[in-house]
Structures are given as structure tokens and as C-alpha cells.
């Protein structure tokens, strides 16, 4: 009968060692997963971080190829009224030149049709935006649904028609006004 004890005793004994390997290996494998994890979560939001940067970057680099052009087009038509005498200053208004012509990167036909804006304007417009939103802004304005800017920037459905529709929303109209 002891003997019987002792080899009962004996397989629990390896039976509760065995299990506690186990758990002791699915703890480790649930550790190591977890830590895979919040590096892709940490990745992710880098990745996305860059993204937003380099929309960024690329309306900063936009907004000085046109501040560059209207630097150059100020100089020829200083050197141009210089030569023409003194006292002949620009008389047209923001964003026309002295006979009344847009400035560069600006159609005749855009410069009716929209209120004219400064760069400092078009440049605050820009830096208002929420670095959270300035990716999917920018890509809703380029024509993408919300269903993709749900998909590519992992932003609700109701953010994305939020954003989509101020992408493309214009001056507001009489009925959209709110009280």
C-alpha cells in the first residue's frame, strides 16, 4: 500500500511539474507576443506620424516655389517701373499686377471666380490643421472617398466624412449657416 502512495505521489508529482513547464512556456510565448505588439502599435503610429510629415513637407515646399515666383515677378517689375521713372508704383490690387494681370500660378479666370489669398493666409490655413488630420485632409482633397481614409489612415467614419466634407466644402452657402 505505501508503495502504491508513493508511485501515485511520484506521477503527480511529474504530472504538476509538466504542467507548470507548460504554463510556465505559454506565460513566456504571451510575453514575447505582447512585446511584438506594442512595437508594430509603436511602428504604426511613426509610420504615420512620417506620413503626415511629408504632406507637410510638400505644402511647405509648394507654398515657397510660390513665394519664390512672386519674389522674382515683385524684382522684374521693380526693375521694370524703375526704368519707366519714379513715382510709377504698383497700382493693381492683391494679387494683380500694375495693368490689372495675376501673378503667377494664378489663371485669370481663378482669380475672379475665388477671393484672393495671401500666402501668410494660404501658410495659416495650413499649420491650423491638427497633425492628427493633416493626412487625411490632404488626401481627401486629392479625391479619396472616406471609406479609403477610414482603410489608409485609420481614422472612425464619421471623422472621415467630417474631413472629406471639409475637403470640399466651399464658401458656405445661405443654408448652411447655423444660428
Not at 30 to 50: D, K, P
Not at 53 to 77: F, G, H, N, W
Request: hydrophobic content about 45%; proline content about 4%.
Amino acid at each position: 500500500m505505501t508503495l502504491f502512495i508513493v508511485l501515485v505521489l511520484s506521477v503527480s508529482l511529474v504530472w504538476l511539474g509538466w504542467e507548470g513547464w507548460q504554463w510556465h512556456r505559454r506565460v513566456a510565448e504571451i510575453r514575447q507576443a505582447s512585446g511584438t505588439f506594442s512595437a508594430e502599435v509603436a511602428q504604426r503610429a511613426l509610420r504615420q506620424e512620417l506620413d503626415q510629415m511629408r504632406v507637410l513637407l510638400a505644402a511647405q515646399q509648394q507654398q515657397l516655389a510660390t513665394l519664390q515666383e512672386e519674389i522674382a515677378q515683385l524684382k522684374s517689375r521693380l526693375t521694370g517701373d524703375s526704368s519707366n521713372g519714379v513715382g510709377q508704383g504698383v497700382t493693381g490690387g492683391v494679387g494683380q499686377g500694375a495693368a490689372g494681370t495675376t501673378l503667377p500660378g494664378e489663371s485669370s479666370r481663378t482669380a475672379s471666380a475665388q477671393p484672393l489669398r495671401s500666402p501668410a493666409e494660404e501658410a495659416l490655413s495650413v499649420t491650423t490643421v491638427s497633425p492628427e488630420y493633416a493626412e487625411p485632409l490632404a488626401l481627401a482633397r486629392r479625391g479619396l472617398d472616406p471609406e479609403a481614409l477610414v482603410a489608409r489612415c485609420g481614422v472612425t467614419m464619421a471623422e472621415a466624412q467630417l474631413i472629406w466634407a471639409l475637403a470640399h466644402s466651399s464658401a458656405p452657402q445661405e443654408s448652411q449657416v447655423y444660428a
